[in-house]
């Protein structure tokens, strides 16, 4: 089975110092399921169950970059400081206990062959 369960699974902006958004893209899910989970932390969710989805609090949905929609185009940018913003479930199209920490930031310097993050945290 070849899944697409949303068109907007996650969102990531990349945000100037005069805090505007200047470039963007999104995963899109096509099953979410554990592809891997922190040490001591087993698997539950795949995608060979007939259709069960989820990720397993501690675990995580991963797909390549060779994916298409799964990066950001900063060709145009100038080199410098930015911010990357990341929301998950951003329009809350899976059940979740609590939503309040969809949002992860990290500090982001354009080299311009490369992109660095560094200093990353949870919340707006």
């Known amino acids: ?3 697409h369960s949303m068109e907007v699974f996650s969102t990531y902006d990349l945000i100037d ?15 979410l399921e554990d592809t891997g989970c922190d040490a001591g932390i ?13 990720v397993k609090p501690n675990c995580y949905d991963e797909y390549k970059w060779t994916i298409d929609c799964q990066w950001i185009d900063v060709t145009d940018r100038p080199h410098g400081n930015y911010r990357l913003q990341i929301k998950v479930n951003p329009n809350q199209m899976v059940a979740e206990t609590d939503y309040d920490n969809n949002i ?7 080299y311009g062959s490369f992109l660095l993050m560094q200093n990353c945290y949870l919340g707006e």
């Open 17 to 31: 110092d005069r805090g505007q958004k200047v470039a963007e893209g999104h995963k899109a899910s096509f099953c």
């Open 42 to 54: 087993h698997r539950h969710w795949n995608c060979t169950d007939g259709g069960d989805q989820g």
């Open 104 to 110: 992860a930031m990290c500090d982001a310097y354009d």
């Open 1 to 3: 089975k070849h899944y």
